[in-house]
């Protein structure tokens, strides 16, 4: 019923910025949050950023104000800007969506790969 598709990962040196993209579609009445999420090799699944339709977001720790969540209502789409990436942001990015902020999502793209290397 909804479909998420990422965009905009990639190869990036350290200190170095990337803005992935996600677009929703189907049933986007369902959809009230949508964010990211990253899973590196050997780890589990953990929040980056969410937003919700009104603007209302939620941060990791370890992001420490380096990453910017938005969303963009009009063409469904959610944006990360990310910036003074370091080694360890290297994972498979996920964009999620779902009810409410607080919630796991309910619905997975695909994922976008971003590696942070020199």
């Known amino acids: 019923q909804v479909q998420l598709v990422e965009s905009g990962g990639g190869l990036v040196q350290p200190g170095g910025s990337l803005r992935l993209s996600c677009t929703a579609s189907?049933?986007?009445?369902?959809?009230?949050?949508m964010g990211w999420y990253r899973q590196a090799p050997g780890k589990q699944r953990e929040l980056v950023a969410a937003?919700?339709?009104?603007?209302?977001?939620k941060y990791a720790d370890f992001v420490k104000g380096r990453f910017t969540v938005s969303r963009d209502n009009a063409k469904n789409q959610v944006y990360l800007q990310m910036n003074s990436l370091e080694n360890e942001d290297t994972a498979v990015y996920y964009c999620?969506?779902?009810?409410?902020?607080?919630?796991?999502?309910?619905?997975w793209g695909q994922g976008t790969q971003v590696t942070v290397s020199s």
């Open positions: 999620g969506a779902g009810l409410l902020l607080t919630s796991w999502p309910r619905h």
């Open positions: 189907g049933n986007i009445d369902s959809i009230n949050a």
């Open positions: 937003i919700t339709r009104g603007a209302g977001t």
